[in-house]
């Protein structure tokens, strides 16, 4: 492997198939990552047990996401792509670090509160530990690098304290603080052009979805408000297909549409089209590439599989060293 700057760790959820949301907000950086770093990307399906109600869909989710993930240009022959759960030892780590962690600085955490006040029916302790899960993931695998948006520093900061905390009380420095890697996750609003795109809300365009679908998502989209007949001139600084236009139509277009949309040259429907059209051309390679591996569902497994037996081998070593610095007998 080439010289790479560091290692980058980051989960996301088994969500299954994709949208525009998670492509902008995550998978379009880390296939951009994957350039500069030794990339270690997981779904973490421990992590999910802590809010859902149901595990039957859980297997097919993992596999839709991998495959998305592997067809957006994630490349299994450099980076490591695996499920958390095939690597047991996460929880191993969890229990120890769970010893170093008051229980009060959990409790304290805005995530959790907010994660409590959305299921008081459910308020388990999973959810509490959950950072501690979260740092075990990062530091089992000795990742020195986190890109993380604004919402997410509380838990690297607190990843942070927890090595301190486990290397003071067992005087050891095997454990490494992970840097921050600030990184911008634009919040990518659904069709409905007021809430951050997401399947439960189901106003999403899948990455997946055929050409025809997504020009119907597309023709759904709210815009500006305001714009209520066809000769109103309307405002694209407060529509979302204007601020999508801007990532995959061309300057040119971009330029037109935000002239012709004030003097109400261009109308809404026409607007959309354009749009549809950048966006299915966009996501063409794509979908070829998702239909070719998807041919042969086997592959992804095989992906994965690879990425559990190079994350173990790292996992291993770590909880070797961690148990020695325990001095666990
Ligand atoms: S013309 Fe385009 S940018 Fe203007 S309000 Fe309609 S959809 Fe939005």
Known sequence: MPHKKGRVFSGAR????????????????????????ECVYC?????????????????????????????????????????????????ELHLFLSMVTPLGKL??????????????????????????????????YKADTVPVGIDQEPHIEFAREVVRSFNFRYKTNVLVEPQMKATEFPKVLGIDGQQKMSKSLNNHIELAATEAETTQRVM??????????????GNPEVCNVFSLHKVFSSPDEVAMVNIECRRAGIGCVQCKQ????????????????RAEIGRDPQQVWDVLDQ?????????????????AAIALP
């Open 14 to 37: 088994p969500t299954g198939r994709q949208h525009l949301g998670n492509y902008l907000g995550a998978i379009k950086n880390y296939v951009a990552l994957q350039d500069e770093y």
């Open 43 to 91: 779904i973490v399906d421990l992590h999910a047990l802590t809010t859902v109600d149901t595990t039957e869909n859980l297997r097919q989710n993992t596999y839709e996401m991998a495959l998305d993930w592997l067809a957006a240009g994630i490349r299994a022959e450099d980076s490591i792509i695996f499920v958390q759960s095939h690597v047991p030892q996460v929880a």
């Open 107 to 140: 409790t304290d955490l805005p995530t959790f509160k907010e994660k409590a006040r959305q299921q008081p029916h459910n308020v388990n302790y999973g959810l509490v530990g959950y950072p501690v899960l979260m740092a075990a993931d990062i530091l089992l």
């Open 220 to 233: 759904q989209m709210v815009t500006d408000p305001q714009r209520q007949r066809r000769s109103d001139p």
């Open 274 to 289: 354009l749009f549809a059209r950048n966006l299915n051309a966009h996501l063409a390679p794509f979908r070829q590439r």
């Open 307 to 323: 990425g559990r037996q190079r994350a173990a081998a790292i996992a291993e070593q770590t909880i070797a060293e961690v148990k």
